[in-house]
């Protein structure tokens, strides 16, 4: 489309506000709200323009004021996900920008995850940026709307795209629990709000300098057994004959007291002491925003602000906190919502100069 062609497109629109303007398909584009910018779209890009606007409906969207040039970012991420995935986007731009973020919002219209981009570092194409984005255990099936914006100053670049989740059967199970642990899970503490307030925080603070592990993580473990999986559905069978329905974030497994607990990769080291529901606790940041979380153990061997390596010990199995028994929660989180961990030991976390393939793709 000329850029005749497209300004008289724009006034049509804007001379009969009357009419709902159909979705339009452009390569470039003049608009004048919220102030005059050049837009350009791939050619299999859906929109309208309502009052000199775009309304992005899918595509590519790089926006400019008149005379820069607009960003051309190559964009890249999976179609398909299952609950507990973690999906990762690659951006590749020659000049550059400062800043991606993304987000993922389920079929009835909410936001499930965010993501905020970081840069990985240059390749043969310019610079190379990702975004994780973790589908939630609970997630409902269907077609969710993946939103990726990129700015630098005064220019922007939105995508939307379009993501399927798909089920996943998990299992159900009931766990009884002691006066002692009944009370610990139930009762109103004020400092188990603000542990659980503190822990949030530090979940959802990405450093943007956190390049530490790329490659597949490695179980705690070297010998073990599971307890309990990803995403199973759990009833908490209380001592007053109550009960309560949750969600496992993590991975449950079973070894004897002291057995040394493994990093599961390189990291950094942002929490690490005594917590009431999870005892002794260590969490990792591997990647700006992706952490690793070892919760019960019996002894902590690392402090925060440690580097550790891949396979280094952290700890101790034990049964601080709410536990059974001892054992080991490993659980892995991308800005606060918990993925499957299963997943990242059979997948890096990037590779290859364009990203090659990732976790969920």
Not at 93 to 98: Q, T, Y
């Amino acid at each position: 489309m000329t850029p005749a062609r497209a300004c008289a497109l724009l006034f049509s629109c804007v001379l009969l506000p009357l009419f709902p303007a159909p979705p339009v398909r452009a390569e470039t584009l003049f608009l004048t709200d919220p102030q005059p910018a050049v837009v350009e779209t791939d050619p299999s890009s859906l929109f309208t323009i309502e009052g000199g606007a775009l309304r992005a409906i899918r595509g590519l969207f790089s926006f400019a004021p008149p005379g820069r040039q607009p960003l051309r970012p190559t964009l890249s991420f999976p179609h398909l996900g299952r609950q507990g995935d973690l999906l990762r986007i690659d951006a590749v731009e020659r000049e550059g920008f400062s800043s991606l973020s993304a987000e993922l919002t389920g079929p009835q219209g909410i936001a499930v995850s965010h993501g905020l981009g970081f840069r990985v570092g240059d390749t043969g194409g310019g610079e190379r940026w990702a975004a994780f984005l973790g589908v939630p255990a609970g997630a409902r099936s269907g077609l969710y709307r993946l939103a990726v914006s990129i700015t630098d100053g005064e220019r922007r670049c939105e995508l939307i795209g379009f993501v399927e989740i798909l089920a996943r059967d998990f299992l159900t199970e009931k766990i009884p629990l002691t006066q002692a642990l009944t009370a610990l899970r139930k009762n109103p503490d004020p400092k188990k709000t603000e542990e659980s307030v503190r822990l949030g925080n530090v979940l959802s603070t990405p450093h943007p300098d956190a390049l530490y592990e790329i490659g597949t993580l490695l179980p705690p473990f070297t010998d073990f057994r599971r307890t309990a999986g990803f995403g199973d559905r759990r009833e908490y069978l209380y001592s007053d004959a109550t009960a309560n329905m949750s969600i496992h974030g993590g991975v449950d497994i079973a070894a004897p007291e002291g057995t040394p607990v493994l990093s599961g990769g390189k990291g950094k080291v942002v929490f690490a002491g005594y917590r009431i529901m999870t005892g002794g606790s260590v969490v990792i940041e591997h990647l700006p925003g992706l952490f690793s979380l070892y919760f019960h153990l019996s002894s902590i061997r690392v402090k925060k602000g440690d580097l550790v390596e891949k396979g280094q010990p952290i700890g101790s199995v034990g049964m601080t906190g709410l536990a059974t028994g001892p054992h080991l929660h490993w659980e892995v989180r991308a800005l606060g919502v918990a993925v499957d961990p299963d997943i990242l030991t059979r997948s890096p976390l990037l590779a290859g100069e364009n990203g090659g393939r990732g976790p969920g793709t």
